[in-house]
């Protein structure tokens, strides 16, 4: 099932996708609205809407995300790095959050700003200290994330928190997927509709299972909580007036324009 958040005559709700458009539209889409949330029993209401006459929101509101840096070999080798012996795990704020179709603001501190296709895994329910084995039973679904980076203030602070923490930084969307297997998929990144970035999720140094287990050792996953699996080699620059677009095979694309600060 698709899940989509979006806002229809100032009212938000969830609903579920129904239907086949071509790439790159929303022609043939509807949203059966669904009665309740998501992260428990539902019902869907057999009300439905064209998804053209709705705005998308960002799938989920998280608490928090939680990203996951040099998960690529190829990636990490790209920027000089070396794969870490253990995940390195960093925090996007809530703030951070963008839907699709938004903006994503070029910072007015970054002269170097470059985006990074990612997997998103939204969790389900509630878990702390997941066994492996049990990882894919607190998943609700899986969605497109762009982790946006401002590589110049990432190079020279200590913390990420400001290169990768920056209002719009995280764009999510378009929905969330819930019967997909993570395991094998094809990422893709273009930007004005030339190819920057292309993987698959195979080349993950780590699993979403495993990193599951890694961040719940230390911390409370609560639902709509979102973590970003990495990037596969191929980031580059933004620049404002840019159309970026992460499209993740089974999922969607997700696509965003690059705006200055007004």
């Not at 910072?107 to 702390?128: D, K, N, T, W, Y």
Request: proline residues 7%.
């Amino acid at each position: 099932m698709r899940i989509a958040r979006f806002s229809i005559d100032g009212n938000v709700a969830f609903g579920a996708v129904e239907g086949e458009s071509p790439p790159g539209t929303t022609d043939g889409l509807v949203l059966d609205i669904i009665k309740g949330i998501p992260f428990a029993d539902f019902e869907l209401s057999g009300t439905k809407v064209p998804l053209s006459k709705v705005r998308l929101l960002p799938p989920v509101l998280p608490n928090k995300v939680v990203a996951i840096g040099r998960n690529y070999a190829e990636h990490a080798a790209e920027l000089g790095n070396e794969v870490p012996d253990i995940p390195v795990a960093f925090f996007k704020p809530s703030t951070s959050v963008a839907g699709p179709g938004d903006a994503i603001v070029y910072p007015s501190f970054s002269q170097e700003v470059h985006h990074e296709a990612e997997l998103a895994v939204v969790i389900g329910r509630m878990c702390r200290e997941v066994p492996r084995e049990r990882a894919r039973d607190v998943i609700l679904g899986y969605t497109c994330a762009n982790d946006v980076t401002a590589r110049d203030v990432q190079k020279r602070e200590n913390q990420w928190a400001r290169a990768k923490g920056f209002d719009t930084s995280c764009p999510l969307g378009p929905w969330v997927e819930t019967d997909l297997d993570p395991s094998d998929l094809t990422i893709q990144c273009t930007v004005n509709g030339e190819q920057r970035q292309l993987g698959r999720t195979t080349e993950m140094v780590r699993s979403v299972e495993d990193l599951i287990v890694h961040i719940s050792e230390a911390m409370t996953l609560l639902p709509g909580d979102v973590i970003l699996t990495g990037t596969p080699a191929g980031v580059g620059p933004l620049n404002v007036g840019d159309e970026v677009a992460v499209t993740i095979e089974g999922i969607g694309t997700l696509t965003n324009r690059v705006i200055k600060r007004g």
